[in-house]
């Protein structure tokens, strides 16, 4: 078989980056290991994936955001944190603006449902589900992808998206600095008494975080918020142990009765806590986007924001590549893609780190210091607008 481009990962990110590439008259290999009826129809995994603007636009752009129906998109007016056992929350909102919503939240099932289907339809994409990848080899002349079942793919660009825990970049040699957390975080959707108001509520506890992000409810349950809760692992087992009330009310004590009674309206899914940074978003015919390249810790929402921006930047540093008659896989056009996904992850990635280990690093003087910062936070205006600013993209890619 032979293809101008093989995409390792059917994820959100693989997938958002072979839609970018729609119409370029390039022919692209998809190879997931997920068969394609999962693909097609993903269940809930609990991810309520906050989006940017920017991120919203792009996928209008690639024809998935109409495909998500409009009643799981949730409006997220503003965003509170709230420290220890203080009462005091640094606010974020639009200060007045009405520029709509500081961001939605959508679950991360339906965005890949959106994606799939809009790369089923591509006439330029075939792809191979319920795959397993067994090599990869690329030079100047080309790249071979073998495939579990023994054929061989023939491409001249290889793209890793699968996962944090890339095998595809394993195999080309590029090293990733983690950076394990130690931590678990479940994830579920819980109806409670007292409404959201559509606020996102991260409240850094002592010993335990939780975020609240307020979902459309169906007005049968009360509101309803997507529940994100990170402890320690062994502390994650006994809570998880809970079944039924017994969960319901471990919940709502440990977020303290703010949301009145909490009850469990999903499944629940625990993800590890472990960041990870490729050293290399490129090498010779090869590419890294989304998880595979920078996976973010959750705690500031970035991952899948990024996951998309990098994807629409490779796939921009390609079209202009054949548009100039060069290679797909031309070596400044991915120099290129790695210096600017570099500059705009990197930042973001060290600041997501540190703010997690500050705000979970329950030592006194610490907690002293985390009050404080949240107090001068509040105080300074442009501090809050920075964040606002970076929660909405605002200006970001204005051409997408
Ligand atoms: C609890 C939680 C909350 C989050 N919230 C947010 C948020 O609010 N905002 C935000 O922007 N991001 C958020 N994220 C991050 C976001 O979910 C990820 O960044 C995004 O899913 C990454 O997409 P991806 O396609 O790179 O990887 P993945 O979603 O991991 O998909 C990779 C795909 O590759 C496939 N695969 C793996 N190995 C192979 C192989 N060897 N061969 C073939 N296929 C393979 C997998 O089956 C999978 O389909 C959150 C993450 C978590 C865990």
């Known amino acids: 078989m032979q293809f101008d481009i093989v995409v390792v990962g059917a994820g959100?990110?693989?997938?958002?980056?072979?839609?970018?590439?729609?119409?370029?008259?390039?022919?692209?290999?998809?190879?997931?290991?997920?068969?394609?009826?999962?693909?097609?129809?993903?269940?809930?995994?609990?991810?309520?994936?906050?989006?940017?603007?920017?991120?919203?636009?792009?996928?209008?752009?690639?024809?998935?955001?109409?495909?998500?129906?409009?009643?799981?998109?949730?409006?997220?007016?503003?965003?509170?944190?709230?420290?220890?056992?203080?009462?005091?929350?640094?606010?974020?909102?639009?200060?007045g603006k009405d520029d709509g919503p500081l961001g939605v939240l959508v679950p991360n099932h339906l965005i890949r449902r959106s994606l799939y289907e809009v790369v089923q339809g591509l006439p330029e994409v075939t792809l191979l589900a319920g795959q397993m990848v067994a090599s990869v080899q690329t030079s100047a002349q080309g790249a071979t992808v073998g495939l579990a079942d023994g054929r061989t793919i023939a491409a001249r660009l290889v793209v890793g998206a699968d996962t944090r825990f890339s095998e595809t970049r394993r195999r080309m040699g590029i090293p990733a600095t983690m950076q394990d957390f130690g931590k678990s975080m479940l994830v579920c959707r819980m109806a409670h008494d007292r409404p959201h108001h559509a606020i996102a509520t991260e409240w850094f506890g002592y010993g335990q975080t939780f975020a609240i992000l307020p979902l459309n409810g169906d007005g049968m349950e009360g509101d309803v918020s997507g529940v994100v809760l990170t402890l320690p692992a062994r502390e994650m087992e006994t809570v998880m142990a809970l079944e039924g009330p017994a969960f319901d009310a471990e919940i709502t004590r440990r977020y303290r009765h703010r949301l009145g009674a909490m009850r469990l309206?999903?499944?629940?899914?625990?993800?590890?806590?472990?960041?990870?940074?490729?050293?290399?978003?490129?090498?010779?015919?090869?590419?890294?986007?989304?998880?595979?390249?920078?996976?973010?810790?959750?705690?500031?929402?970035?991952?899948?924001?990024?996951?998309?921006?990098?994807?629409?930047?490779?796939?921009?540093?390609?079209?202009?590549?054949?548009?100039?008659?060069?290679?797909?896989?031309?070596?400044?056009?991915?120099?290129?893609y790695q210096t600017d996904h570099m500059r705009a992850s990197r930042p973001l990635y060290l600041a997501t780190n540190a703010t997690a280990l500050f705000y979970t690093d329950d030592r006194f003087p610490t907690r002293v210091l985390r009050a404080a910062a949240l107090r001068l936070g509040s105080r300074l205006a442009p501090f809050r607008r920075a964040v606002v600013a970076r929660l909405t993209e605002a200006g970001a890619a204005r051409d997408a």
């Open 265 to 336: 309206v999903s499944t629940r899914h625990v993800y590890p806590l472990v960041g990870v940074f490729a050293q290399r978003f490129v090498a010779t015919r090869f590419a890294l986007v989304g998880d595979a390249a920078v996976g973010m810790h959750p705690v500031t929402a970035h991952g899948f924001n990024l996951g998309l921006r990098g994807a629409d930047s490779l796939a921009r540093e390609i079209r202009e590549a054949i548009g100039r008659g060069r290679d797909v896989a031309d070596r400044r056009a991915l120099a290129r």
């Open 12 to 95: 959100p990110a693989g997938l958002a980056f072979a839609a970018s590439l729609a119409g370029s008259g390039l022919r692209l290999a998809l190879i997931e290991k997920l068969p394609e009826a999962t693909l097609a129809d993903p269940g809930f995994d609990g991810r309520e994936i906050a989006l940017t603007h920017l991120s919203m636009r792009l996928l209008r752009r690639l024809g998935a955001w109409e495909r998500i129906p409009p009643a799981d998109i949730s409006p997220l007016r503003e965003a509170q944190v709230l420290n220890g056992i203080s009462s005091f929350a640094l606010r974020f909102d639009d200060e």
